[in-house]
């Protein structure tokens, strides 16, 4: 059977652009569907949630605080979707999750692997001005956002066999120029 789908997974650090990044690419390729990571928060009252109890708040940075088991069988239907229809064209499938890649049959499935990156400092500018549900109480940036970001990035950075095959983007770069790059890349995968 030839492959149908062409799969683009988009991660990195919080406020980097992935979201924006994603939206341009469904945008640019217009029959593309796009699946969301942060569409599959489990609710306040989950039991899974861990808490930190020196914040008195979720740690909502863990794969734990996430039904990735759910996205990741959404992803499968929409996968073997077009299997009943004939087409000679790949069809886009875009993925855009601050932990995508902690999951690795959610990353096998990738075929092209974006993460974008700032510095702290460039991190805390934008992520101070968002507003999240539940809010980020005071300290929750600097104890749980950044450290937790830090170890999934060095978990794929470690991880030779993952690591070989993304490609890591600045996410203070100027978005038109990061969209050009990325969108010549998955037209030419495309055709």
């Given at each position: 059977?030839?492959?149908?789908?062409?799969?683009v997974?988009?991660s990195?650090?919080?406020?980097?652009?992935?979201?924006?990044?994603a939206n341009?690419?469904?945008?640019?390729?217009?029959?593309?569907?796009?699946?969301?990571?942060?569409?599959?928060?489990?609710?306040?009252d989950?039991?899974?949630?861990?808490?930190?109890?020196?914040?008195?708040?979720?740690?909502?940075e863990?794969?734990?605080s996430?039904?990735?088991?759910?996205?990741?069988s959404?992803?499968m239907?929409?996968?073997?979707?077009?299997?009943?229809?004939?087409?000679?064209?790949?069809?886009?499938?875009?993925?855009?999750g601050?932990?995508?890649?902690?999951?690795?049959a959610?990353?096998d499935?990738?075929?092209?692997?974006?993460?974008?990156?700032?510095?702290?400092?460039?991190?805390?500018?934008?992520?101070?001005n968002?507003?999240?549900?539940?809010?980020d109480v005071?300290?929750?940036?600097?104890?749980?956002?950044?450290?937790?970001?830090?170890?999934?990035?060095?978990?794929?950075?470690?991880?030779?066999e993952l690591?070989?095959?993304?490609?890591?983007?600045?996410?203070?770069?100027?978005?038109?120029e990061?969209?050009?790059?990325?969108?010549?890349?998955?037209g030419?995968?495309?055709?």
């Amino acid at each position: 059977m030839v492959k149908q789908w062409f799969v683009v997974g988009i991660s990195g650090t919080t406020c980097s652009g992935k979201s924006t990044l994603a939206n341009k690419i469904h945008d640019y390729f217009p029959t593309s569907i796009l699946v969301r990571q942060d569409n599959y928060f489990l609710p306040p009252d989950d039991p899974r949630h861990v808490k930190i109890q020196e914040l008195n708040h979720l740690n909502w940075e863990l794969p734990t605080s996430l039904d990735t088991q759910k996205m990741y069988s959404d992803v499968m239907k929409i996968l073997q979707s077009l299997g009943k229809n004939s087409t000679d064209s790949k069809m886009l499938l875009i993925l855009d999750g601050f932990l995508l890649f902690e999951h690795k049959a959610i990353t096998d499935l990738c075929d092209c692997k974006y993460f974008l990156t700032l510095t702290k400092e460039q991190c805390w500018e934008r992520r101070k001005n968002r507003i999240y549900e539940p809010p980020d109480v005071p300290g929750y940036f600097d104890k749980i956002v950044w450290p937790e970001f830090i170890k999934y990035k060095d978990e794929i950075i470690q991880n030779n066999e993952l690591y070989e095959t993304i490609t890591f983007i600045d996410g203070s770069k100027d978005m038109e120029e990061i969209c050009e790059m990325v969108f010549k890349k998955i037209g030419q995968l495309l055709s």
